[in-house]
Structure formats: C-alpha cells, structure tokens
C-alpha cells in the first residue's frame, strides 16, 4: 500500500467524528447567539428618583412606603418633595425625576416628552371646607369669596382652576395662594372663607376639619354633572363614621368627587421595572381604604396617560413566574437574556434533527473506506507479488481493528468489514496457488439504501459467488 493511501486509512475515533459534525452547527448557534446579544437591553437601575409631593402630604407618606418596600427588592428609592402634581410632571418632562405621583386629571400644559401611566394607586378625593355660616351646595356660590385654591404647581390647584373656570366663577372669586395646613390655619382665622384640598381621609387637615364645628364640608347637589363634564372624576360615598367610629365621623353618608392618584413615568422607563413596582403598589394600596375594596388598587383605570406596555402585562398575567420565585435583579438579567434563546431555539431544532442522520453518515464513511481500500487492493491480485498483497492487507487489517472503538449500532458493519477482509486473504492466497475465484464483498447496513446481505461483485471474470 503506498504512503499516502496509508494516510488516509480512518483512525475509527467517534468522540473525534462527533464533534467534527457538531461543530458546524455550534458555530452557527454561536455566531446567532452573537447577533441576538446586541438587541440585548441595559439593566435597569438601580437608584429611582421619586417626585412625590409635600412633606405634609399623603404622596410624600406613600413614597416614603414604596421607598421601603423597594429596597427589598435592592432599589433605591430618592424621594423628591415637590408642591406636588404639576411640578412632579415638569419633573417628569426635564428628566429630574424618574417615577412621579401625578394627580387624575393633570396633564403637562406643554407635551414635550411622552409620559405614560403605570395605573392608578388610591382614590384622593376633593374637599372644599367653608365657614359653618355659608351655605354653599354650587361651585358658582363661591363668587366673590376669598378660596385657597392651592399652592402653585399643586394639584389641588389645577383642579380647583379647572373646575371653577367651568363653573365661570375662576374669575370671580378671591383667589389665595394656599393649600394643606396652611390653608387650614387661615380658614379657621377667618383669613379665608372657603378652602380647597385633595387629599386622602386620613390626613391632617381633612381629620381635624372633619370634626370642627366652625367648619363645614360642601356637598355639591351638581355633583353627577360635574363627574359627567371632567371625567377623570369618580363619585364616591364616604359613610358616615368611617374616619371615627367613637366621634362618628363623618355624621352622615358624604357623596364625594375624587380623582385618583397615579404613578407617571417617561415613556423610556426601564421595562423590567414597572412589573416590581406595582407589586409594591399591591403591597401599599390594595388592602382597602375607606374609600375602596381590597384589590380595587393598583388598577389601570382613571388614569390621565396612557398604559405603559409592560404595566399593562403585569394587570393582564400578573408577575412573570421568574420575577415571583426570583430577586428582581437575577429576574431582570434572565428576562433580557431570554432573547438569546432565539437563535438556539431557531438553529439548534434543525441541528439537532440533523445531527442523527449526519452522525450516522460520517461513522458508516468511516466504514466504507476500508472497502473502498479492499477493492483496490483485489484489483492487484495477480499483478503484484504476493508479499505486497499481504502487507497492504496486514495494513488495512490494522486501520480496522481501530474500529472496535465505535458504538455497538455499527457492530453488524464492522464484522462485515472483517468477514470481507478474511475474503479478500482467501482470495489472495488462492490466487498464490494458481486458483482465482471472483470475490464478493458483503456489508452489513441497516441504514443504507443497500439491505444487509447484498452482495457486492467486486472480481473481474465469471459471475461466481465465493464461498464463505
């Protein structure tokens, strides 16, 4: 046998001729895997301003919770104070704060970025306290007094202008810059006659207002219209006692008109942290309030913006089973990497269905160049001595007993392969002693398009089968 046939003889190493087929197909996932990594986002961060609202104010206690519960989760929370919504939005729009409170019903006066809503958190309804001398049930009676309305860049305020400017009575009243408790103070030293404020049940003012005899809350009889004509707006009843069973107050059942307070973000809010965030706000707002049932909050209604798209998930599925059994940190890093799974879910499915039929090609190859070596080497017989033929056959001999190492399914093939190779020694020696019988080679392939047992003629001269 020459040197370089020699060369070629396999070596029958399936662990070698595994990997030579599975590296293709690797390759092609790696270089998949590459190009998904790039639409890969950022993390999210780890530090959150929140504009929240005055120190006195529910939106400053609220934050204030979601500052300790989100720590939990390792975020911190930078709580803003801020003379509330309108200042939270301008926040908003400058990139100065990151999540806001944002009162029902405020919208930036100048859109120059897009802000979207996580949901509706708690209802904070409108109070409008005046003397206990005034008869006041409309928002036009309220011409000609002197009102707090609110401090500038409140919510309160934006309200209150909006609904008096529709009652055409803004300009017709004593506007005063004044809102929480120190509005509270000028109303009960007569400095004003009549005080507007947005706020929970259970703050301050509202509490200690609530339960003065000096004062008095309004109760609007317009109250359907106006929540037909400002639609932000809900109707809802306060009972009578819920703030203080033992005092009873209120002392009657109080028809109320509340916006509801929501979370604003920028549009470019980070994706995995909406979902985290409102699972606090559960934790926060969904236990009921004397205004609400348990669950009510958070809720994707009465909001001003629209529905952020991963807030919307979060009410449609609820937390991603990763983000309910993992840290948000390690929940957010896999949630990111989930897009790699493109390219291997898309490459390996063919790869894998591939590889089988492939595998088993490359080992029976393997298998068939020892023929293809037996078929030269009987094509010599009678025109090379005898010595050679034996040692090119001791040679081929030696190349197959390397095969022993491949899997047992090619087993019926590799004694094929020695059944012919115990042919082909016949051969030649009949062949030294003047006999030259045409040989057959049989293979053993149970895969191939040849059935086990199918003889190959590969003699020259008459059509004789060899005998085994």
């Given amino acids: ?35 998904a990594l790039s639409f890969v986002g950022s993390p999210p ?34 709580v803003l104070e801020t003379h509330g919504s309108t200042e939270n939005l301008r926040l908003l729009a400058e990139g100065k704060a990151d999540i806001a409170f944002v009162q029902g019903g405020i919208r930036p006066s100048e859109e120059k970025v897009e802000l979207v809503s996580l949901g509706s958190v708690y209802f904070e309804p409108l109070w409008v306290f005046v003397s206990k001398d005034l008869q006041i049930t ?34 017709e009243i004593k506007a005063v810059d004044l809102g929480g408790e120190k509005a509270e103070e000028a109303l009960y030293k007569n400095e004003i006659d009549a005080v507007f ?25 317009q109250a359907k219209a106006i929540e037909r004509r400002h639609q932000f707006l809900s109707r809802l009843t306060l009972f009578a006692g819920v703030v203080d069973l033992k005092e009873n107050i209120p002392d009657q059942d109080i028809e109320l008109l509340a916006p509801a307070a929501t979370l604003v973000v920028r549009e470019g809010f980070h994706k995995a942290l909406p979902p985290v965030i409102l699972a606090a706000a559960k934790e926060i707002h969904g ?3 004397m205004l609400s049932d348990i669950g009510d909050f958070p809720s994707p209604l009465f909001c001003s913006f629209a529905i952020h798209s991963q807030a919307k998930q979060y009410y449609e599925r609820g937390l991603s089973f990763l983000y309910r059994h ?28 591939l590889l089988p039929p492939v595998y088993n090609w490359t080992m029976k190859r393997k298998i068939y160049k020892h023929y293809r070596m037996l078929q030269r080497l009987e094509a010599k017989i009678g025109l090379v001595s005898y010595e050679q033929l034996m040692a090119e056959l001791s040679d081929i001999e030696v190349a197959a007993r390397k095969l022993a190492s491949m899997p047992a399914a090619y087993g019926a093939d590799i004694y094929a392969l020695r059944s012919n190779l115990e042919r082909v020694r016949d051969h030649i020696h009949r062949s030294e002693h003047g006999h030259k019988p045409e040989l057959t080679l049989v293979q053993a392939d149970k895969s191939s398009h040849r059935k086990p047992g199918k003889e190959i003629p590969t003699g020259s001269g008459d059509s004789e089968t060899s005998e085994e």
Avoid: C
């Avoid at 370089?4 to 092609?28: A, D, M, T, Y």
């Avoid at 301003?49 to 911190?76: C, I």
């Avoid at 404020?197 to 009889?221: N, S």
């Fill in 1 to 35: 046998m020459s040197e370089q046939e020699s060369k070629q003889i396999p070596e029958g190493n399936p662990h070698r001729e595994f990997w030579v087929v599975l590296s293709p197909g690797i390759l092609v996932t790696l270089i998949g895997f590459l190009m």
């Fill in 45 to 78: 961060p780890k530090t959150l301003r929140f504009a929240s609202g005055s120190s006195w104010g529910a939106y400053n206690k609220f934050a204030q919770l979601y500052k300790e519960e989100l720590k939990k989760e390792g975020l911190r929370i930078e």
């Fill in 138 to 171: 409309t928002l036009n009676q309220l011409a000609g007094l002197r009102v707090a309305i609110g401090s500038e860049g409140s919510g309160t305020r934006a309200i209150a202008q909006e609904l008096l400017e529709d009652a055409q009575t803004l300009q």
């Fill in 197 to 221: 404020i947005i706020g929970a049940p259970t703050i301050g003012a509202v509490k200690r207002m609530l339960a003065r005899d000096d004062v008095q809350l309004v109760q609007f009889t």
């Fill in 287 to 289: 236990k009921g309030t």
């Fill in 326 to 353: 993992l840290p948000f940190y390690i929940a957010s890093a896999l949630d990111r990497m989930a897009i790699l799974l493109l390219p291997f879910v898309g490459l390996l499915i063919p790869i894998i269905r």
